[in-house]
């Protein structure tokens, strides 16, 4: 893992316009980016064609255009990345289901919820992005510590500091975000 302290100060430098420190930044997260990545491939189906090192690299070129950030840290780095790797693993999977007749789709079992680093194809992904988007409407803070934690690879300690909320009330977000997208996931299979 990266000095937080080296981090920070290098995105501040990004907001404040030096267009060299996302150079220097690179090399500090770049590991930490991958592993982030490679986590998440581990719900692709076998024989994706996305790898783990095209994801980080995609990841951070679409983090380095973000010219309107205001970088407050190494953990708000890492919850943006989290947007940017979420919607790079749902268009890839909406890309992949489009071209499969039917989309291929299954609902998520209780287990796949309840411990969402189990594997399963990338069409499910498909299910839990729209009812990550449904929780939003209903509960934009818990979808958040969602994507922060799943998506994101941040720690409870991580997510709270991003969202400046106590580790306890991120923890309970997530116990009950877990719940509800079970539920929402097993009514949205029945249809």
Do not use: C
Not at 4 to 32: K, N
Not at 145 to 166: K, N, P
Not at 167 to 175: I, L, P, Q
């Amino acid at each position: 893992m990266s000095p937080p302290d080296d981090v920070t100060e290098i995105l501040q430098a990004a907001s404040a316009g030096d267009r060299t420190a996302f150079d220097r930044l690179l090399p500090l997260i770049y590991e930490e980016l991958r592993e982030i990545a490679e986590r998440k491939l581990g719900f692709e189906r076998e024989g994706h064609t996305l790898q783990a090192t095209a994801l980080a690299h995609e990841a951070f070129l679409k983090l380095v255009d973000q010219t309107r950030v205001e970088w407050r840290n190494r953990a708000h780095f890492f919850a943006v990345a989290s947007q940017a790797i979420r919607r790079i693993l749902v268009d890839h999977a909406r890309h992949h289901a489009a071209q499969k007749r039917g989309g291929g789709e299954r609902p998520l079992s209780y287990d796949e919820i309840l411990d969402i680093s189990v594997e399963r194809p990338d069409s499910n992904l498909l299910h839990l992005d729209r009812a990550l988007e449904r929780l939003a409407v209903e509960h934009p803070e818990k979808a958040r510590v969602v994507e922060l934690r799943f998506f994101g690879g941040l720690t409870s300690q991580e997510a709270a500091t991003v969202l400046g909320m106590g580790v306890r009330t991120v923890e309970r977000h997530w116990e009950f975000s877990r719940a509800w997208l079970y539920r929402n996931l097993m009514t949205d299979g029945e249809d």
